[in-house]
């Protein structure tokens, strides 16, 4: 992802930083990143050390009911009956999972008592149904219907909903969420031929900074399960931060699907990546326009792959 900014960064990193014209107290530098010291990072600038912690709670192993069914058949699980429910992490319902990713609904009704971070993934949220805000560390990104919403690991946020009628599918990966290589040139820029641009995909607003002191519930995602942390001071202290890491959103309507004189296979409709698996964006196209064209898919056999479809 590209380089972004906000708030206050000084024109070096590692260095003494003070606001007020160093009246105030030392900020304490945090640098997010993957693959240790060798992918993409952010620093952010704090006004208190985000490691203080007022209290450990208890913590929750994740709990999963695995189904083996007795014939191998292709199934269809409809998520429009499904009720509604639940806060936007506590009321997930995971449909499907394995090593690589898991796949939950989420129809939330309720807000977040508190904050929630995953600290074992990336996760993509796919917005079928719903608005609001997710309010993160580094800032606040709105969202609304075919929206997907990306939240890097170890993200600290919370949900904002603007009305009851929501309607969410969520990944959850142990790897990282990108765009397709064959998109991108070696230093990151989006090429010409893919199907969006640097422009479609929209960074946090504002950062919202508060100097508050309290007790502030932070619930990690660990060791698969939940681990509660209770802080004195509110988690989103950040008063700036600068790097290639950071939430945002994409839009369904901003993939520019991909059409041929004879059919296109599944790739090209590729919106995400991640460890041995894909997410496509099926947008409506002009069909095969070739008069001999067969206007519907071939029979396929995806030996290698297991295939999810959700028609929105």
């Known amino acids: 992802?590209?380089?972004?900014?906000?708030?206050?960064?000084?024109?070096?990193?590692?260095?003494q930083v003070r606001r007020?014209?160093?009246?105030?107290?030392?900020l304490t530098e945090e640098v997010m990143g993957y693959e240790g010291f060798s992918g993409n990072e952010t620093i952010l600038l704090h006004l208190h050390s985000p490691c203080r912690l007022d209290a450990v709670g208890e913590f929750t192993p994740i709990q999963r009911t695995e189904w083996v069914p007795d014939t191998h058949v292709h199934r269809l699980a409809d998520t429009a009956p499904m009720e509604p429910g639940g806060d936007p992490v506590g009321g997930r319902r995971l449909l499907m999972?394995?090593?690589d990713i898991e796949v939950s609904v989420c129809k939330p009704t309720e807000e977040m008592e508190g904050f929630y971070r995953n600290g074992e993934g990336?996760?993509?949220?796919?917005i079928h149904r719903g608005r609001g805000v997710l309010r993160t560390v580094f800032g606040r990104v709105a969202f609304k219907p075919k929206d997907y919403v990306v939240i890097p690991r170890g993200t600290t946020h919370t949900f904002e909903l603007e009305d009851h009628d929501q309607h969410w599918m969520c990944f959850h990966t142990p790897g990282e969420i990108e765009t397709p290589n064959r998109y991108r040139n070696r230093y990151g820029q989006l090429l010409e031929h893919a199907p969006f641009s640097q422009r479609d995909f929209h960074p946090p607003e504002d950062i919202e900074t508060f100097d508050e002191t309290g007790e502030f519930a932070v619930d990690v995602r660990v060791r698969d399960g939940f681990q509660r942390y209770v802080l004195d001071r509110h988690p989103f202290d950040v008063v700036g931060w600068d790097g290639y890491v950071w939430p945002y959103t994409f839009n369904a309507d901003d993939f520019e699907p991909r059409a041929g004189r004879f059919h296109l296979p599944p790739p090209a409709h590729q919106t995400f990546q991640g460890p041995n698996f894909v997410i496509c964006t099926f947008a409506p196209r002009m069909?095969?326009?070739d008069p001999e064209a067969v206007p519907l898919p071939y029979h396929h056999s995806n030996i290698q792959s297991e295939e999810v479809m959700f028609y929105a």
């Open 122 to 126: 990336d996760e993509v949220i796919y």
């Open 1 to 15: 992802m590209r380089y972004e900014r906000r708030g206050e960064v000084p024109a070096k990193r590692h260095v």
């Open 287 to 289: 069909l095969d326009w």
């Open 97 to 99: 999972y394995n090593g």
């Open 20 to 26: 007020n014209g160093g009246a105030s107290p030392l």
